[in-house]
């Protein structure tokens, strides 16, 4: 996985081999987003996104490429999902901010994830993938609900 760092400094040294210069790079902690999305009745409906926070691992020296692995996931909802049925089940939630739920493993994330419903649209199945794939399946819906004009 590779994620980009921000130069914070540049400095002019000499070494024994000549001339050279340290580069200083800063890396934030990178996160990840997944589309969340609802798919009945002739509609997709974006009800939020899966967030997965990373860290870098352990290095035996600065030169060694940095290797990310998941540190925690988060699951943010919008206003059209509901997760007032799952949250009940979810006692060990914390909730970071309104609707945005914290999970140490995927597992859970995504059970969680099984478990919202949304507001607007009583039957479907709930999706998660790209932003890509969720804008493909809202094109399919409009192209459907078109030819049954």
């Not at 996160?31 to 691992?57: F, S």
């Amino acid at each position: 996985m590779s994620f980009r760092g921000k130069v914070v400094r540049r400095e002019k040294i000499d070494t024994p081999l000549g001339p050279g210069e340290l580069v200083t790079t800063e890396y934030p902690n990178p996160k990840r987003k997944k589309t969340i999305w609802w798919l009945g009745g002739l509609q997709a409906i974006h009800l939020g996104e899966l967030i997965t926070h990373y860290i870098a691992e352990r290095r035996e020296s600065d030169f060694e490429e940095i290797k990310w692995k998941p540190l925690f996931y988060s699951v943010k909802l919008n206003e059209d999902a509901d997760a007032s049925e799952i949250v009940d089940v979810f006692v060990k939630v914390e909730i970071e901010e309104d609707n945005t739920y914290s999970f140490d493993e995927l597992e859970d994330a995504e059970e969680f994830i099984e478990g919202v419903k949304c507001k607007t649209v009583e039957y479907g199945t709930i999706c998660v993938g790209s932003r890509a794939e969720f804008e493909r399946w809202v094109k399919v819906m409009e192209k459907v609900k078109e030819e049954e004009k």
